[in-house]
């Protein structure tokens, strides 16, 4: 058969065989069948299910996108969508370029003051004096413009005018939490000082970045350099170079060296925070911000590493505050700005350009109060021509509502003019003492035992061993001595914190966890980063150098039945009339009531037969604990009434070298300690701050057992030869808290301990520092109830020990000894003082 005949319907086809695809004959247009289709086979047409398939042109048509897949856009759509936003970008780019304007410079005269204003409305203070004088380039040593650029950007000579991966590297560093960066260039910050303000809004940000391109363009790099060293701001209200040198180092900046231009360079990251005059506690921080200056030099090539290696971190001078915030004024404006700033309330650039009008949480009666009685207690008696010592006195305080959180006073030094260095809020100073009951509101906070399992509670028995080493401790051993090297030995935790007792605290320390009592401190309101604030048996003893206003914050949650109002300064802000947005107040429960309760329940023990009697003369009842820093360094007393938590300290500091120094015969007598002077300030100004309140007494929830009397064991009474009486553990002829029906540290004008009615030093008959509610000195009362001779304030008491006649340092024992004096001697125990 041909292979061009028909082949035969039916006829048997062969394995694989298909019928092949028509093809269509450009030369046929009968629309007869083509060859190779059956006869009798319609051929297909545009009309059928074929041609629609394959097309005109014989290709598939894509099918449909299902399911899924239809919730994905395709190649074409991402292709197309990139394109217009390229457009759009390049578009936006173009339009702002066009549209944004170099603006005028920033006059001078538009400078505007901050208003500072005290609580009822009356003017606290104004600032707003610019300190600035522009100096060329040339007068700027490269030592000190290279120091700028490897603080703030490297590649200023090399780069344009805005970095986009530095804009982005600081945004994500800002929100993981690594920083808060500008990610601007020096041209960026520049346009910044110079052109705009200091507002962190898109529009700001917008106007910067094309003002900066603009800027680049039109201006040489060198005179960006000289726009932006004569308006960048190195805090001390000093705006420019030229102002920052003189300000930090009394010198032009053309004679600044390589060291004083990289400590300028590391201000401009954070002015306030990095000047270790203002705040000696952040002087690590700054030497690491300083030494990345210098590391950068090297690495630019702008300095030599045997220079570097020479390199010294430099003093800066004291700072001196501006002339129209002398007094106190400065003080205040300075700790509202450092509230406003940590609190992001307002950045510290934005505050510095004025314009706010702020009202604080300072009541004006309370604040001169505060002054008053500084001035009354401590600074009328320097003499400083005839002690030498006395120039180094400096004292400092601050008062909390307990209710509200509200700071309603604080003293920060003798006038901001001669001592710059806010004594409220410096954080360099050891808090002694003070610390202590934090480790017994920890006890009580978390069911802590004692070695042997014996609950811990204000009449548990503790060894007050001089020098007992503690148990259960692993870290090597630690054996702290008491005051005077005291043995006291068996005694009561309401009568080790009397005495202040180091090595029974001590041991509660590493009874509770001392991880536990430092986590107890925080929550009450000590910073977690307070300097030395170390989780060991140490913590008890007070080496951590929280400020005063920290301490306060800490007393008021205690005053306030455990409940923590973080501490405020600010009522209100407003700016041009817009009311600024404040943190929402906020109140926890730090410790449960009975922690706190029962705390309060043995300061006030302290106060009425330990070592803060002189606080007795606020005529309240009132709770408090004394300490003294080492080698004396500094005496505090932290105390509070139901209404009132108030700290007061006083410091040594030499004023020309800023070292901190022993008081040791400061203000004529031979030691201060915190029963002293800081416990006779805290009197006088609860009195007048309160003067017009109701006295309130303590409503107090005591935990489980608090008020059980210990029973003591018959086999430690031995009798004392000199007495007659009995003693227990080197008591000293008294009894442990009775004594012929007297409570330990109750029964107004009686004291733990004492025999037949006699209080620890003084004369027979008469009360410790208190008859008829006012303070007894020689047998009389003092004006209004308050010492006024300190050489016989009183009663005389140091801490464990007696002083003959009660003479003394309103608590200083003339021949020497002192709360607390304990010395830094073998078992490597620490001195601080109580």
């Not at 003369?617 to 709770?623: D, N």
């Not at 007061?648 to 201060?672: C, E, F, K, W």
């Not at 300030?681 to 009397?709: M, N, S, Y």
Request: charge should be negative; proline fraction near 6%; charged fraction near 25%.
């Amino acid at each position: 058969m041909s292979s061009d005949e028909p082949q035969q319907q039916g006829a048997e086809k062969p394995e694989g065989w298909a019928p092949r695809e028509p093809v269509d004959d450009p030369a046929d247009t009968s629309g007869g069948t083509s060859a190779g289709t059956p006869a009798g086979t319609p051929a297909a047409t545009s009309d059928t299910p074929d041609a629609e398939d394959t097309g005109k042109k014989g290709k598939k048509k894509r099918p449909k996108r299902k399911g899924w897949r239809r919730i994905f856009p395709t190649w074409r759509m991402v292709l197309g969508g990139f394109i217009l936003l390229i457009l759009l970008c390049v578009g936006g780019f173009v339009a702002g370029y066009m549209i944004v304007e170099i603006p005028p410079a920033n006059a001078a005269a538009t400078a505007q003051s901050n208003v500072y204003l005290y609580a009822d409305g009356s003017q606290l203070a104004r600032d707003g004096e610019v300190n600035r004088e522009n100096v060329p380039l040339s007068q700027i040593p490269k030592e000190v413009q290279h120091a700028a650029l490897a603080a703030e950007d490297r590649d200023f000579y090399s780069e344009s005018a805005v970095d986009p991966k530095a804009m982005i590297r600081a945004a994500y560093n800002t929100v993981t939490g690594k920083g808060k960066q500008s990610g601007s260039t020096i041209t960026q910050q520049f346009v910044k000082n110079y052109y705009l303000g200091q507002e962190q809004t898109v529009t700001r940000k917008a106007k910067e970045f094309f003002i900066s391109i603009k800027l680049d363009r039109e201006v040489s790099k060198e005179d960006i350099l000289a726009g932006y060293l004569n308006t960048s701001y190195f805090g001390r209200n000093a705006y420019g170079v030229q102002a920052a040198a003189q300000a930090y180092f009394g010198k032009d900046v053309k004679k600044l060296n390589t060291a004083q231009g990289a400590y300028l360079a590391t201000l401009l990251n954070s002015p306030n925070a990095y000047d270790v005059a203002t705040h000696p506690e952040n002087k690590k921080r700054a030497e690491g911000r300083w030494n990345y200056v210098l590391d950068g030099m090297v690495k630019e090539g702008w300095l030599s590493a045997a220079e570097r290696a020479k390199t010294k971190f430099p003093a800066p001078k004291e700072a001196k505050g501006a002339s129209n915030l002398s007094g106190q004024r400065g003080y205040l404006v300075g700790a509202v700005e450092d509230y406003l700033v940590a609190n992001d309330i307002v950045d510290e650039d934005t505050l510095d350009k004025g314009g706010y009008r702020i009202t604080t949480t300072l009541q004006k009666g309370r604040q001169d109060a505060f002054k008053k009685a500084v001035d009354d207690q401590v600074m009328s008696k320097i003499d400083k021509d005839a002690r030498k010592v006395d120039r180094n006195v400096r004292a400092g305080g601050a008062s909390i509502d307990p209710k509200t959180g509200k700071v309603v006073a604080m003293y920060g030094g003798i006038d901001y003019t001669k001592q710059y260095v806010n004594n409220a809020t410096r954080r360099d100073y050891q808090v002694g003492s003070t610390f202590k009951p934090f480790v017994f509101t920890s006890a009580v906070e978390n069911g802590s035992v004692t070695q042997d399992g014996r609950p811990i509670t204000p009449n548990t028995m503790y060894d007050g061993t001089n020098k007992r080493p503690v148990q259960g401790w692993d870290g090597g051993a630690y054996a702290p001595e008491n005051e005077d090297n005291v043995d006291y030995g068996d005694i009561t935790v309401r009568t080790a914190t009397d005495k202040s007792v180091n090595s029974v605290y001590a041991q509660m320390a590493v009874d509770v966890g001392s991880d536990k009592v430092k986590d107890t401190a925080v929550a009450l309101g000590v910073p977690e980063t307070t300097p030395d604030l170390t989780a060991s048996p140490s913590i008890a003893l007070g080496p951590s150098t929280a400020s005063v206003l920290d301490m306060t914050e800490a007393y008021a949650t205690l005053a306030n039945h455990g409940k923590h109002p973080t501490y405020t300064m600010v009522e209100r802000v407003t700016k041009d009339g817009q009311e600024i947005e404040l943190p929402e107040p906020k109140t926890a429960q730090a410790v449960s009531r009975e922690a706190a309760d029962t705390t309060t329940s043995i300061l006030q023990s302290v106060v009425d037969g330990g070592t803060g009697t002189a606080a007795q003369a606020a005529g309240r009842p009132a709770a408090g604990k004394t300490g003294t820093a080492e080698e004396d360094k500094a005496a505090w007393f932290a105390g509070y009434t139901p209404e009132l938590a108030t700290v007061v300290s006083v410091m040594g500091q030499n004023p020309d070298t800023g070292a901190h120094t022993p008081l040791y015969g400061a203000l004529g007598q031979p030691r201060i300690n915190g029963g002293a002077y800081p416990a006779q300030i805290w009197a006088q100004f609860t009195r007048d701050a309160l003067e017009d309140e109701p006295v309130q007494d303590f409503d107090l929830q005591l935990e489980e057992g608090a008020d059980v009397p210990p029973v003591p064991d018959p086999s430690d009474v031995e009798e004392d030869p000199a007495t007659g009486g009995a003693a227990t553990g080197g008591d000293q002829g008294q009894t442990q808290g009775q004594d012929q029906g007297q409570t330990e540290g109750q029964d107004q004008g009686q004291t733990q301990g004492q025999d037949q009615g006699q209080t620890e030093g003084q004369d027979q008959g008469q009360t410790e520092g208190q008859t008829d509610g006012g303070a007894t000195v020689d047998g009389g009362a003092t004006d209004g109830g308050i010492p006024t001779d300190p050489g016989t304030a009183q009663g005389g008491q140091t801490d464990g020990s007696t002083v003959d006649g009660g003479t003394g340092d309103g608590g200083a024992d003339l021949g020497g000894l002192t709360e607390g004096a304990a010395r830094r001697k073998g078992e490597g125990s620490p001195a601080y003082y109580y």
